[in-house]
């Protein structure tokens, strides 16, 4: 069976099964938070999260390589009064597994809109866990570096004896600096805390995240041609960056009106015409006000046949 470049409407526990040892070099996914929209996709009660979560997560570990990575965007809500603790049981329940818990990229959103409640205030970032299977893994730092910035112009202006020597953090973190080594260059690494604004346009799903997050993640973990797996892939954002970035991907939806979102969100990716692209767009809009999905895929196809390139998008 061909795995890559394909989609399964199927749930996401019964599809994994169908996924080979070693085979996928990264996974990307944000799943259902626990009784959040409950009107879009199946809610877990925050008490059955994590149990319902693991087997998911042990399939997960199956189908990475040994130096793959595994991003899970997730945010446990308030309720009560206090926030919920189940994504930090969850983490504790993975490391049980045999995951390693590498790392905790904050996204920042942006354009969060302001709020308050009597005890808080609105929520303007979500957790990106980093987990592998082995303490080694591909990861491509260059590709994510960044502008070392303005601060650059008088910081290095007169430097201390201290900072031409390397200091080793004291904690014996492997973390460790020399200032003076960056004089002169113009980009730097990044730090773990990422600031993409949120998905405005929705793109025709509640809980879409961001093009920028799987895009940063992906050049970050993987390489030209490797396999990109998000197993609860919504309207198909990831699988969309991982074909631009001309890597292979694999999508599970078991909702159908996601599934054929997605669907016609990697048709229209394929298009390089910019009216044609404007046409599926419309086309999709439609869909999403009237709830015609099945009609989507063959309007998609209609279109797109417009186009002198060969797609076949939707006979996979």
């Given at each position: 069976?061909?795995?890559?470049?394909?989609?399964?409407?199927?749930?996401?526990?019964?599809?994994?099964?169908?996924?080979?040892?070693n085979s996928i070099n990264v996974i990307i996914t944000?799943?259902?938070?626990?009784?959040?929209?409950?009107?879009?996709?199946?809610?877990?009660?925050?008490?059955?999260?994590?149990?319902?979560?693991?087997?998911?997560?042990?399939?997960?570990?199956?189908?990475?390589?040994?130096?793959?990575?595994?991003?899970?965007?997730?945010?446990?809500?308030?309720?009560?009064?206090?926030?919920?603790?189940?994504?930090?049981?969850?983490?504790?329940?993975?490391?049980?597994?045999?995951?390693?818990?590498?790392?905790?990229?904050?996204?920042?959103?942006?354009?969060?809109?302001?709020?308050?409640?009597?005890?808080?205030?609105?929520?303007?970032?979500?957790?990106?866990?980093?987990?592998?299977?082995?303490?080694?893994?591909?990861?491509?730092?260059?590709?994510?570096?960044?502008?070392?910035?303005?601060?650059?112009?008088?910081?290095?202006?007169?430097?201390?004896?201290?900072?031409?020597?390397?200091?080793?953090?004291?904690?014996?973190?492997?973390?460790?600096?020399?200032?003076?080594?960056?004089?002169?260059?113009?980009?730097?690494?990044?730090?773990?805390?990422?600031?993409?604004?949120?998905?405005?346009?929705?793109?025709?799903?509640?809980?879409?995240?961001?093009?920028?997050?799987?895009?940063?993640f992906i050049k970050l973990f993987s390489d030209k041609?490797?396999?990109?797996?998000?197993?609860?892939?919504?309207?198909?954002?990831?699988?969309?960056?991982?074909?631009?970035?001309?890597?292979?991907?694999?999508?599970?939806?078991?909702?159908?009106?996601?599934?054929?979102?997605?669907?016609?969100?990697?048709?229209?990716?394929?298009?390089?015409?910019?009216?044609?692209?404007?046409?599926?767009?419309?086309?999709?809009?439609?869909?999403?006000?009237?709830?015609?999905?099945?009609?989507?895929?063959a309007e998609c196809k209609r279109i797109s046949s417009?186009?002198?390139?060969?797609?076949?998008?939707?006979?996979?």
């Amino acid at each position: 069976m061909k795995l890559e470049n394909r989609i399964f409407n199927a749930d996401c526990l019964d599809a994994l099964t169908k996924i080979p040892d070693n085979s996928i070099n990264v996974i990307i996914t944000s799943p259902p938070y626990a009784q959040q929209r409950k009107k879009s996709y199946d809610s877990i009660p925050e008490s059955e999260y994590v149990e319902w979560f693991l087997p998911i997560t042990k399939e997960l570990k199956r189908v990475l390589t040994d130096d793959g990575s595994f991003v899970l965007n997730i945010k446990e809500p308030a309720s009560n009064g206090e926030r919920s603790t189940f994504v930090l049981e969850l983490i504790i329940e993975m490391r049980k597994q045999g995951w390693f818990w590498v790392e905790e990229y904050v996204w920042n959103k942006k354009n969060s809109f302001p709020g308050k409640w009597s005890n808080r205030f609105r929520d303007a970032w979500e957790r990106c866990l980093h987990f592998t299977k082995n303490k080694k893994f591909k990861m491509n730092q260059d590709e994510v570096m960044v502008p070392m910035g303005k601060w650059a112009e008088t910081r290095f202006n007169s430097l201390s004896d201290e900072d031409k020597i390397r200091h080793n953090s004291a904690s014996k973190s492997g973390f460790g600096r020399k200032v003076e080594n960056w004089i002169d260059r113009d980009m730097a690494y990044p730090t773990n805390v990422l600031e993409f604004a949120t998905v405005c346009y929705n793109k025709g799903h509640s809980a879409a995240f961001p093009e920028e997050l799987p895009e940063w993640f992906i050049k970050l973990f993987s390489d030209k041609d490797d396999l990109v797996l998000d197993p609860f892939l919504g309207s198909g954002t990831t699988a969309v960056v991982a074909k631009r970035l001309e890597r292979n991907y694999v999508g599970i939806e078991k909702q159908k009106k996601y599934y054929k979102l997605s669907k016609a969100y990697l048709k229209m990716e394929d298009v390089e015409n910019k009216k044609i692209k404007q046409e599926m767009a419309a086309a999709i809009k439609d869909a999403r006000k009237t709830g015609n999905w099945d009609g989507l895929a063959a309007e998609c196809k209609r279109i797109s046949s417009k186009d002198n390139q060969s797609l076949d998008t939707f006979n996979k």
